[in-house]
């Protein structure tokens, strides 16, 4: 079993910044691979979306909606952040980190437990 423990949301005015954390840790003696992790985002009565993503040579993709304002980035212990510029009310979601895995060798998706990011006009 592998545990995506995000951090970071929170209330915040148009045209500012926050900045999401989501680390990975796996059930000690667990052997997990991650292909890739991101961030998906809810906001109420809409689908759950996906907001950027970034794979395991490090290469990373934005929704349209959200290129040039966020970032994301990852360390080698595959703790992901996401920084988020230029915020607008539009942006207010639950933000769940996920990860494809491979996991005891078989594939296997997580999610984290979701982060409220509120954005004030």
């Known amino acids: 079993q592998v545990q995506l423990v995000e951090s970071g949301g929170g209330l915040v005015q148009a045209g500012g910044s926050l900045r999401l954390s989501c680390a990975a840790s796996a059930a000690s003696g667990s052997s997990f691979s991650i292909n890739t992790m991101g961030w998906y985002r809810q906001a109420p009565g809409k689908q759950r979306e996906l907001v950027a993503y970034i794979s395991r040579s490090g290469t990373t993709n934005y929704t349209d909606s959200v290129k040039g304002r966020f970032i994301l980035s990852r360390s080698s212990a595959w703790i992901l952040y996401l920084q988020m510029n230029s915020l607008k009310p539009e942006d207010t979601a639950v933000y769940y980190c996920?990860?494809?895995?491979?996991?005891?060798?078989?594939?296997?998706?997580?999610w984290g437990q979701g982060t409220q990011v509120t954005v004030s006009s």
């Open positions: 996920n990860a494809d895995m491979t996991l005891g060798g078989i594939p296997t998706r997580s």
